[in-house]
T-cell receptor, first 115, second 113 residues
Framework: DGGITQSPKYLFRKEGQNVTLSCEQN?????MYWYRQDPGQGLRLIYY???????QKGDIAEGYSVSREKKESFPLTVTSAQKNPTAFYLC??????????????FGQGTRLTVV | AQSVTQLGSHVSVSEGALVLLRCNYS??????LFWYVQYPNQGLQLLLK??????LVKGINGFEAEFKKSETSFHLTKPSAHMSDAAEYFC???????????FGKGTSLLVTP
């Protein structure tokens, strides 16, 4: 079945530690996105990538980094510079860059907790 | 900038009652609007989308939404609530660049027996 796979489902991070969240898709989609979800705040865009080896900052990119070396993969690293990383992280993809009228497919999310 | 406002962070309805979830948008251009549903600890699933083809949009699971330009609204409705409809609902609009979605803060729907 085609879809987006995020791993791990739950992740615990110690203070000052970098962690990487995995996102893999087999939908042959060009564009991929990372959103952060906090209770009562909706979803906020962290980074997005329209094509391999290219990505742009979203609204809350500080303290995060990404790479897009393969079309199928868009990992997100939460660095120690992110002061409040505890949140639910969602990866999404669309067939083509530009969400004007296309459906975004979402992964099941990774819940990151700082311990 | 394109944005949406969802009125009511929590809505409670009885099983079999009408569901009405409110969304108002702000856009400088004709918007592309979406409703997504999220079940606990899950990703988001598209319910329906408005792309200017028709003002009344039908989606999955019996939901529909009507685009009203005069009211800048895109409210989500379902004639008869089912227990399985209990979830978080998000309204979203394509942003200025067209490359990302701007989401509302979400409305949590509770369905009581």
């Amino acid at each position: 079945d085609g879809g987006i796979t995020q791993s791990p489902k739950y992740l615990f991070r110690k203070e000052g530690q970098n962690v990487t969240l995995s996102c893999e898709q087999n939908l042959n989609h060009d564009a991929m996105y990372w959103y952060r979800q906090d209770p009562g705040q909706g979803l906020r865009l962290i980074y997005y990538s329209q094509i391999v080896n290219d990505f742009q900052k979203g609204d809350i990119a500080e303290g995060y980094s990404v790479s897009r070396e393969k079309k199928e993969s868009f990992p997100l690293t939460v660095t120690s510079a992110q002061k409040n990383p505890t949140a639910f992280y969602l990866c999404a993809s669309t067939l083509m860059p530009g969400l004007m009228n296309t459906e975004a497919f979402f992964g099941q999310g990774t819940r990151l907790t700082v311990v | 900038a394109q944005s949406v406002t969802q009125l009511g962070s929590h809505v409670s309805v009885s099983e079999g009652a009408l569901v009405l979830l409110r969304c108002n948008y702000s856009s400088s251009v004709p918007p592309y609007l979406f409703w997504y549903v999220q079940y606990p600890n899950q990703g988001l699933q598209l319910l329906l989308k408005y792309t200017s083809a028709a003002t009344l949009v039908k989606g999955i699971n019996g939901f529909e939404a009507e685009f009203k330009k005069s009211e800048t609204s895109f409210h989500l409705t379902k004639p008869s609530a089912h227990m399985s409809d209990a979830a978080e609902y998000f309204c979203a609009v394509s942003d200025n660049s067209g490359y990302a979605l701007n989401f509302g803060k979400g409305t949590s729907l509770l369905v009581t027996p």
